[in-house]
């Protein structure tokens, strides 16, 4: 079979799968549970314009609802209440489903501004996927959707809120500004992460979809500003070297010459983050950097030298089809496409496993480690065939918008 005819068995075989084995997971949010999960059968239901799909899609959120209504109070992103309304509002934003997100969702909001209070301010917990950008992400969704004036101008107080809490923490050196956290439980090495997943990565991109708007243009500008140039800082200039950035700025560090090449960490996150940064300030300097941080990244196509293990989103090899792609149609540079074909492939050659799921299982490291079979967007075959369908659609997708991409 050609390249298209194997994705396109792999989407129907994921889908038959996630349809049968969706409620064995527990949670409900878009990276790790349940929403994530449904975002792939609807989006499976337009590529094949087979509503069967959608109607799948549909259970699921209903499932997710449940769930709520019953107890579930885990708030975050990734995993909880916050991706699962986050979930609701891109799918009416695509058209998949027709709700009330006001009436749906508010009640959700004091919950989530009080883990957002208590992660900021008490543990200055500014995680994506886990924490305080997160749960803000979903108010920012929010904000943008509302109907309703009163419930935008109380969304906007609560961003505002996040903004003052991030400047309150932050550490603040001259033109630079960072935030500090413990490396590992393991360790007492306080740093600074760069990633997209869980570090600064993450917090400009937020800010800079927050700064094109009037109501926080002035509070985000001077954070964004430093806080970029903080990372802009630890750019490693030596071309011996595979990559661009450090994932972690401590002092004493180890200079390293090799990150891992993901989503989560490393240069492919920090450049796509830079070049968005560059366009929300219009400024072409940084823009241009963050091109040159991916451009560079294209070169690296080693597994081994690449710590490329499985092929999720997070860190494996559908990740980096996804950011490459995404690039190629910003900018038109045909190596960034070049590059997506040779990592997709590489996806499919991966798909290994016989006892997995369509030939996929995710790495697990440290004390628990192994191969595990994994259905979830971030991790799991949710996301690899979304991956797929924005990879073979002729129309965009919008669902890598909860991997902080487009």
């Not at 799909?53 to 992103?77: C, L, Q, R, W």
């Not at 439980?185 to 992460?193: D, G, L, P, V």
């Amino acid at each position: 079979m050609n390249t298209e005819s194997i994705l396109l068995d792999k989407l129907e075989k994921i889908s038959a799968i996630l349809s049968e084995n969706y409620t064995d997971n527990q949670h409900v949010g878009v990276l790790s549970g349940i929403s994530g999960i449904a975002l792939f059968q609807f989006y499976y239901a337009k590529f094949t314009d087979n509503d069967a799909h959608a109607d799948v899609g549909v259970d699921m959120i209903s499932t997710v609802i449940e769930k709520i209504n019953e107890g579930y109070s885990f708030p975050t992103f990734c995993t909880g209440i916050a991706g699962a309304g986050w979930t609701i509002e891109l799918l009416d934003d695509e058209g998949f489903i027709d709700i009330d997100s006001d009436e749906l969702l508010a009640d959700l909001d004091a919950y989530l501004s009080s883990a957002i209070l208590q992660m900021g301010e008490k543990d200055k917990f500014y995680d994506f996927l886990h924490g305080t950008i997160g749960i803000g992400f979903y108010f920012f969704k929010r904000y943008q959707n509302t109907k309703s004036e009163t419930l935008k101008a109380n969304y906007k107080l609560k961003l505002l809120e996040l903004i003052d809490s991030l400047k309150r923490t932050a550490i603040e050196e001259g033109d630079t500004m960072r935030w500090e956290t413990s490396i590992s439980k393991e360790t007492a090495i306080i740093a600074a992460n760069l990633s997209l997943s869980h570090g600064m990565a993450s917090i400009i991109n937020f800010l800079s979809r927050l700064v094109r708007y009037d109501d926080f243009r002035d509070q985000v500008m001077p954070i964004l500003q430093k806080a970029t140039q903080f990372i802009l800082k630890y750019e490693n200039n030596d071309m011996s070297c595979s990559s661009s950035f450090p994932s972690w700025v401590y002092d004493g560090m180890e200079k390293s010459s090799q990150e891992r090449l993901a989503w989560c960490y490393g240069d492919l996150g920090i450049g796509l983050t830079l070049y968005r940064v560059g366009r929300a300030l219009d400024n072409d300097i940084i823009a241009k950097k963050g091109i040159k941080t991916v451009e560079q990244s294209c070169k690296r196509r080693d597994l081994e030298e690449t710590r490329v293990k499985d092929n999720g989103l997070c860190h494996g090899t559908f990740g980096m089809v996804q950011i490459y792609n995404y690039m190629y149609k910003e900018t038109n540079n045909k190596i960034f496409k070049e590059t997506a074909n040779f990592w997709m492939q590489q996806g499919i050659d991966m798909a290994t496993h016989i006892d997995g799921y369509v030939g996929y299982k995710q790495w697990f490291g440290g004390e628990d480690q192994g191969w595990r079979k994994e259905m979830n967007l971030l991790e799991g075959i949710a996301g690899i065939g979304l991956s797929i369908i924005s990879y073979l659609a002729t129309f965009e997708t919008k669902w890598d918008e909860c991997l902080l991409i487009s």
